[in-house]
């Protein structure tokens, strides 16, 4: 970076790009968290207010331990693996974006050289 | 019955080897790490697969090993929240937090602290949480190796147990630092793993399936409907033939509909001893989980000995598929715990009667001599197997966390706070002598809260993380408003409440104890009297996180807007470090800016 400075004006660098970053991963964020917070909060409203409902036996189980004693753990799993996958692919997006706006930006094809994906991005 | 009067030579075996491998690990790795980076976090090169399970095995404490179980039998179905929301809150961490911090880069809180507002001050505030959360959680594993030494020596004080252990692995810390840790984490995992689960499948084909055990306690529901019940409890004990019958259970133990049904014993106890309706009771349980649930789950995220091995991973990618190999070895295991809780209700209910480390936190360990009767030896092997399991578990949470908080005090208090020009050697040292004076702390304090639930303490350490570490970190990643003052305002009230509200439900606790340490806190009985009275601000001293996690957000949000002048100037960039993609290699573009900027 000695000879050359980050340019500010360069589109990496710019409020549209933080802010549309930051919102696509609140929003894949707060969607994982919201699946799994119906769950975790719903269940002890569902045995406050059906609680014979969730007392029935299911193999032996009340279906309530059930639930929370064996079936949350792979209902977690689920979402992770979806958050995961989701995520590297934004983060992919994001690099193929970046690299796209700062050439429109810079106009003349002058690659910026912390854009390791530049060739692929405009192909 | 399982009361073996001298040690029973298949348990030492197993809990000596378990020891002796864990100390020849530590010291073999010692010889290779040598760079102060190696102590800290492992030359930041530890594969995907040994990372998540040395996750797993740092994490995987007394508290899931032993405690749970023990509070399963204990309390029943609301004690389940615990595994559910220790495996979960894992969601939590990698949802918001585990990738940015990744991407910032930085080897302790302290250090993302610091860097994240440009001020050292911040991080001497930071620092103190590694400790107050440490201390907390060393506790409850302190009583897991003197629970486990008191069964294994027959007659050993509990506090010769916490003193042994605790001087073992301070040792193996001192001498070895974290890549002998990474290693040691990772097979202890495994031995955990092992450990649990092969007793119970032998312990069920003998006893009936998880279902079958569960069955034999009737709910509400049942009692209801009559033509349901086809299994009737027996009163005969100690019959050896046929099917297992369960046996009777003591006056201590709850009844099988509370113990079965939400909303038990664990979570009512204050409202009962208040002496309230069942109609009255029942908002408050519901207040009591909710408020737990807040705690693990936020507590998770903010634990500090675990946000430090994200950065051992190579990169940002590697650092979430790691997260999800923790999410699954850890989920597997908590499968386990409450079925040794299940199981020991019925065939061993004279754990009810005791307390301490005589009562239900030892039912892993002395369930599988049950089986002595039938198949002899075999007993022995398997509560030898399950022993080891708990050495590795007190064993490796108490080395993590010696680490993390040696960690601190060698690399923050001294090396940046105390004598910034000390040489690398210098902080070598100290490291070694920061060790030894924190594992004595520990075993000072851990001697202390026998007559305390391992797992209830864990719940504790949980819920002062979420109120300080959580808000902290979460805050600061996706809010650019964020101010320092607003930052250390929020964690350290939300924090310091929570500590506060948690230390004075222990101390009143322990105030009933009949033994020693009664008299020592006699001085809180007083608390006693006023819980009975105020049954609702008694959950929320137990249980601080539904209101202190609020409170240290609202302050932060409060405090940041009030002074949002002093917003780090260069906030933009220190948000695209954290947000973008490590490809477009702003990290390094931004460490070169500091080092124009600042030197």
């Known amino acids: ?123 | 019955m399982p009361e073996p009067a001298s040690f029973d030579i298949w348990i030492l075996a197993f809990s000596a080897i378990t020891v002796v491998v864990t100390i020849w690990m530590g010291f073999r790795s010692a010889k290779t790490s040598k760079s102060a980076s190696d102590f800290f976090v492992a030359g930041r090169s530890v594969s995907v697969g040994w990372n998540a399970s040395a996750i797993s095995g740092e994490y995987l404490s007394a508290a899931s090993f032993m405690g749970i179980a023990g509070m399963v039998m204990l309390s029943g179905y609301d004690a389940l929240w615990y595994p559910v929301c220790y495996a979960c809150g894992y969601l939590f961490l990698l949802l918001f937090i585990a990738g940015p911090l990744r991407r910032f880069g930085a080897y302790t809180i302290p250090d993302f602290a610091e860097g994240r507002y440009d001020s050292p001050a911040f991080r001497k505030i930071a620092v103190c949480f590694v400790l107050f959360i440490g201390f907390f959680y060393t506790m409850p594993q302190m009583k897991g190796a003197g629970t486990t030494l008191a069964y294994i020596f027959p007659g050993l004080p509990y506090w010769v147990g916490v003193a042994l252990v605790g001087a073992v692995i301070t040792l193996n810390v001192a001498l070895g630092g974290m890549k002998g840790i990474t290693l040691v984490q990772a097979v202890q995992y495994w031995i955990k793993m092992f450990a649990i689960s092969v007793p119970i499948f032998v312990l069920l084909s003998v006893y009936g399936g998880y279902g079958e055990n569960l069955s034999l306690n009737q709910s509400h529901t049942d009692l209801a409907s009559p033509p349901a019940v086809v299994e009737t409890v027996a009163p005969a004990s100690g019959s050896e033939s046929g099917s297992p019958q369960r046996l009777d259970l003591p006056a201590a133990a709850p009844t099988d509909a509370d113990w079965l049904s939400p909303f038990g014993p664990l979570t009512s106890k204050a409202a009962e001893a208040a002496g309230l309706t069942p109609e009255e009771t029942k908002p408050l349980s519901l207040l009591y989980t909710f408020s737990l649930i807040v705690a693990l789950v936020c507590g998770t995220a903010g634990l500090p000995h675990i946000l430090v091995r994200f950065y051992t991973n190579p990169d940002g990618a590697a650092a979430k598929r790691t997260t999800m190999w923790v999410m699954i070895l850890i989920g597997v295991f908590y499968v386990f715990p409450p079925v040794f809780g299940v199981v020991g209700r019925n065939f061993l209910p004279e754990l009810y009667e005791a307390t301490g480390s005589k009562g239900p936190d030892k039912v892993v360990l002395e369930l599988p001599m049950l089986i002595r009767e039938k198949y002899g030896i075999l007993g022995s092997i398997l509560s030898g197997i399950t022993c080891a399991g708990a050495f590795a578990a007190f064993m490796s949470t108490f080395s993590g966390l010696l680490v993390s908080m040696t960690g601190a005090l060698a690399h923050d208090v001294y090396g940046r706070i105390l004598r910034p020009s000390s040489t690398p050697e210098q902080r070598l040292r100290m490291f070694k002598w920061c060790a030894i004076f924190v594992g004595g702390v520990s075993v000072i304090l851990g001697a202390l809260v026998e007559p305390l639930e391992i797992n209830f303490m864990v719940g504790q350490a949980f819920a002062i993380a979420a109120a300080s570490y959580f808000p902290l970190l979460f805050m600061s990643v996706w809010w650019r408003g964020m101010t320092m003052k607003g930052a250390a305002t929020g964690m350290l009230v939300g924090g310091l409440c929570a500590l506060l509200s948690a230390t004075l439900v222990n101390a009143s606790t322990l105030a009933l104890d009949k033994g020693p340490m009664g008299k020592l806190f006699a001085g809180f009985d007083g608390m006693n009297d006023f819980w009975k009275v105020h049954p609702l601000l008694r959950i929320l001293a137990e249980q601080p996180a539904i209101w202190s996690v609020p409170l240290s957000i609202g302050l932060m949000i409060v405090v940041s807007k009030a002074t949002r002048k002093t917003v780090p100037e260069d906030i933009r960039m220190k948000m695209l470090v954290l947000h973008a993609p490590e490809k477009l290699g702003l990290k390094q573009e931004y460490i070169e800016e500091q080092q124009v900027a600042g030197h």
């Open chain 1, 1 to 123: 970076m000695s000879q050359q400075n980050p340019d500010p004006d360069d589109f990496i660098h710019s409020e549209e790009f933080l802010h549309h970053l930051m919102r696509r991963q609140l929003r894949l964020s707060i969607a994982c968290a919201a699946a799994f917070l119906v769950l975790l909060f719903g269940l002890p409203l569902a045995n406050y207010y059906a609680p014979d409902f969730m007392a029935q036996r299911v193999g032996g189980f009340t279906l309530t331990w059930l639930i929370l004693g064996v079936l949350f753990f792979p209902f977690v799993w689920a979402i992770a693996g979806v958050f995961i996958s989701r995520s590297m692919a934004l983060e992919e997006t994001e690099v193929h974006l970046a690299a796209d706006g700062n050439a429109k930006r810079n106009g003349n094809g002058q690659n910026n050289p912390n854009a390791p994906d530049n060739g692929d991005a405009e192909a």
